[in-house]
């Protein structure tokens, strides 16, 4: 990939435009999808049920597991799936 740039030159108090050409190789990794990241399909599989309501289908329980995705002193992030198999909707809080 190769674009376009203007240099600005601060160190003097000059400012003058120069165009120069930037070759870049960098490949970006795709980011994985959540479940991925918690174990996939299988991660739901021996989790525990709430009362907790869908905000897709309002079914009135849900599938939980926590878990610690920021610093120590942050509290764990808790995931949700429907537990209405035909909505199976997720969401975190």
């Known amino acids: ?47 525990d049920s709430t009362e907790e309501t869908c905000p897709k289908c309002s079914h009135k329980r849900a599938f939980f597991m926590q878990i610690q995705t920021r610093s120590a002193d942050e509290p764990m992030t808790t995931f949700y799936k429907c537990c209405n198999m035909e909505c199976g909707h997720r969401w975190r809080d």
């Not at 120069?20 to 990241?37: A, G």
Request: hydrophobic share 35%; glycine share 4%; charged share 30%.
């Open 1 to 47: 990939m190769t674009s376009k740039h203007d240099v600005i030159h601060h160190a003097c108090d000059v400012t003058r435009a120069q165009n120069y050409d930037v070759i870049s190789n960098r490949k970006y990794p795709k980011l994985k999808e959540v479940d991925d990241v918690l174990g996939g399909a299988a991660a739901w599989e021996n989790v």
